[in-house]
């Protein structure tokens, strides 16, 4: 079992959509978690952060995290072209400065 | 203000060279991470340097070391290269336990 699962995608969505981008990860221990977007041959930009149960909401954007499921999202309200990049999930333990990154789902966004 | 900073952007090696790839935080930032990614998988961690000391390592073996300098610029370094050592390598730094913010644009290894 990886450590930190991502569909590969790609998940094509039509503009102005909502998009889901789903996450799961096995260390239970984990207590920070971050999502990136890295655009193609670009290197990774950190767009969310959340630390603790429920959603955290940022823009268009929101992450959503359970714990005791191991779950983590991340949703892209009214999505446009320019969101169309690898988006990667990345978990941290507590008092671990290692960042465990997912290998990334692909996003489309249809014009 | 200048972001991370990553030297060179692309090198070719050949198996059992060694090499070293630099990196220049972002003006506050004290903390240098070093990633290595493989083409359409996620960044590995490969360790982090805080105040010139390596305060955590990922899973790589002994062949990759680094330094962090008191300008807080850093090093990696890889000895006897694979041909499984091609891949980019990514700088990221933060401010003390921070996430990594910002990524350089990383340096491209090829090994033939």
């Known amino acids: 079992q990886k450590e930190v699962e991502q569909n590969s995608g790609p998940l094509s969505v039509p503009e102005g959509a909502i998009a889901s981008l789903n996450c799961t990860y096995s260390?239970?221990?984990?207590?920070?978690f971050f999502w990136y977007r890295q655009y193609s041959g670009k290197s990774p930009e950190l767009i969310m952060s959340?630390?603790?149960?429920g959603d955290q909401e940022d823009g268009r954007f929101t992450a959503q995290l359970n714990k005791a499921s191991q779950y983590v999202s991340l949703l892209i309200r009214d999505s446009q072209p320019s969101d169309s990049a690898t988006y990667l999930c990345?978990?941290?333990?507590?008092?671990?400065?290692?960042?465990?990154f997912g290998s990334g789902t692909r996003l489309l966004v249809r014009p | 203000d200048a972001g991370v900073t990553q030297s060179p952007t692309h090198l070719i090696k050949t198996r059992g060279q060694q090499v070293t790839l630099r990196c220049s935080p972002k003006s506050g930032h004290d903390t240098v991470s070093w990633y290595q990614q493989a083409l359409g998988q996620g960044p590995q961690f490969i360790f982090q340097y805080y105040e010139e000391e390596e305060r955590q390592r990922g899973n790589f073996p002994d062949r990759f070391s680094g330094h962090q300098f008191p300008n807080y610029s850093s090093e990696l370094n890889v000895n006897a290269l694979l041909l499984g050592d091609s891949a980019l390598y990514l700088c990221?730094?933060?401010?003390?336990?921070?996430?990594?913010?910002?990524f350089g644009d990383g340096t491209r290894l090829s090994i033939l």
């Open positions: 260390d239970r221990g984990s207590q920070s």
């Open positions: 990221a730094s933060s401010f003390s336990q921070g996430p990594p913010q910002h």
């Open positions: 990345a978990p941290r333990g507590d008092s671990s400065y290692k960042l465990i």
């Open positions: 959340i630390y603790s149960n």
